[in-house]
């Protein structure tokens, strides 16, 4: 077997392959002996069939599959062994049917030749990193929240904002009186700081325990059906009946009281005996909270790299174009010779950035393991838990949500793939030179919006 590369300009050349009887009739024979051990042939028992009847019979057949196998395996072989970078796969030449009475062959395969493009990411480099600064505005309001879900329910006397009121719900008829045979529920509950109408909440506005306020349950969701056959015990097929006013006798109260700062709310935040007092909560909060930010510094640091990258390598990159479109026209359906220029448009900015980002990924030694798949997998599934309150995990919990995430097959590329960016742009920002500012919440959206305006693409920034 022989394989020759005949370039064709700096981007763009041609494979030569000639293989010889020997490079494949060993092949041949075992998938000849394969066959005639596994099919069920006519005329013969299983795996009694002689080699001269499977020749004559699948020979032809066999032998065109092992010489495509044959050759397409070399031309891959001498790609990797002559470290020899292409874009897309290798594109037959001239498709034909060969004789397959021949016992030599010589084939040509067209491929793209990737450049090289020198990338330097070293401290020479400079790119800026904005940090968000830490507002006390931020504290209050973090504190609040936690305060909130670590506090308690409590009975109440008379009506407070978010309270929940428990009670007897009885339909009205129009004149204020109880309607007989209407709908009736000992046991209701409504919260009016979840009413759509201010003007319905308002009415439960200095009410006490032992009480009775009328209201408007329809318009106190706008009629949502959910929402009514919740709050009356009702059938949804049955909310028409629903209009009108209806009577609650108050029975109880319960409303929201926040944690106090004591050691109590401090274990149940940070873990039991993490801090010890208002000082070590505090630096704590604004740790947690410059944490939570720093995805955005990261995002933002890794869109001012992409365009970096792209300006300075992509922007006056040259690519096998000519071979681009023939290998779409060949892979693609949809391409024809009349759209193919669109498609190619369409196109190149991708293939300029995988281009810089495979070559970036391998001059900073960019190696993704099970490890690092598992271990992000297992810090989504941690952030997810803290998202529906639950903030002391155990291990065994959080492994076995990422385990089951990592058990669908397109979660698992999806995280991989986020696995393999967040350790390319880490090793980045630990390469280059950083020109690092704090900057206030706002100042750092308008740096978000600037960049979204002057490309139509979105960064987020929470």
């Not at 990338?119 to 006390?136: G, H, S």
Request: one cysteine or more; a negative charge; charged letters at 30%.
């Amino acid at each position: 077997m022989n394989v020759t590369l005949e370039k064709n300009g700096e981007l763009e050349a041609k494979l030569n392959v000639s293989i010889e009887e020997a490079d494949y009739a060993e092949k041949v024979k075992t998938q000849l002996k394969e066959i005639g051990k596994k099919k069920e042939i006519p005329g013969f028992r299983k795996g009694h069939i002689d080699m001269a009847q499977l020749r004559k019979r699948f020979g032809k057949m066999v032998k065109s599959d092992v010489i495509n196998d044959v050759v397409y395996d070399a031309v891959i072989k001498y790609l990797v062994d002559n470290k020899i970078n292409i874009l897309a796969r290798p594109l037959p030449v001239d498709v034909k049917e060969i004789n397959l009475d021949d016992k030599d062959y010589s084939f040509q395969y067209e491929i793209g030749l990737a450049p090289e493009l020198n990338l330097v990411l070293d401290k020479t480099v400079t790119l800026p990193f904005y940090n968000i600064a830490v507002e006390d505005s931020m504290m209050a309001e973090q504190d609040k929240a936690l305060r909130d879900s670590n506090g308690e329910r409590v009975n109440v006397e008379e009506f407070e904002e978010r309270a929940l009121v428990k009670g007897s719900i009885m339909q009205l008829n129009e004149d204020g009186t109880v309607k007989e045979g209407g709908i009736q529920v000992n046991d209701g509950i409504v919260g009016p700081f979840v009413f759509k109408s201010k003007e319905e909440a308002d009415k439960f506005v200095g009410k006490k325990v032992g009480e009775k306020v009328v209201f408007n349950p329809w318009n106190s969701c706008e009629g949502n059906e959910a929402e009514l056959s919740s709050m009356l015990h009702i059938n949804r097929d049955d909310v028409e009946n629903a209009r009108g006013d209806f009577e609650m006798n108050i029975a109880e109260m319960i409303a929201p009281r926040p944690a106090e700062h004591d050691q109590k709310f401090y274990d149940a935040v940070f873990g039991e005996g993490t801090v010890k007092n208002e000082e070590e909560y505090n630096e704590k909060l604004r740790e947690a909270i410059a944490q939570s930010l720093q995805p955005n510094s990261v995002n933002l640091f890794q869109r001012n790299a992409e365009d970096y990258l792209m300006a300075t390598y992509g922007e006056n990159m040259a690519l096998p174009v000519e071979f681009l479109k023939k290998w779409m026209i060949a892979n693609d359906e949809n391409v024809n010779e009349e759209n193919v220029n669109e498609y190619i448009e369409r196109t190149v900015p991708g293939i300029k950035w995988e281009l810089i980002e495979n070559q970036a990924a391998t001059k900073l030694e960019v190696k993704v393991t099970e490890d690092d798949v598992k271990a992000l997998a297992r810090q989504i599934a941690a952030a997810q838990l803290r998202q529906y309150g639950m903030m002391q995990l155990s291990e065994e919990m959080v492994n076995y949500y990422a385990d089951n995430m990592l058990s669908d097959k397109n979660t698992r590329e999806r995280i991989a793939r986020q696995a393999f960016i967040q350790q390319l742009f880490g090793r980045l920002h630990a390469a280059v030179n950083l020109d690092e500012k704090t900057v206030t919440l706002d100042e750092f959206r308008k740096l978000v919006e600037s960049l979204n305006d002057n490309s139509g693409e979105e960064v987020a920034a929470e």
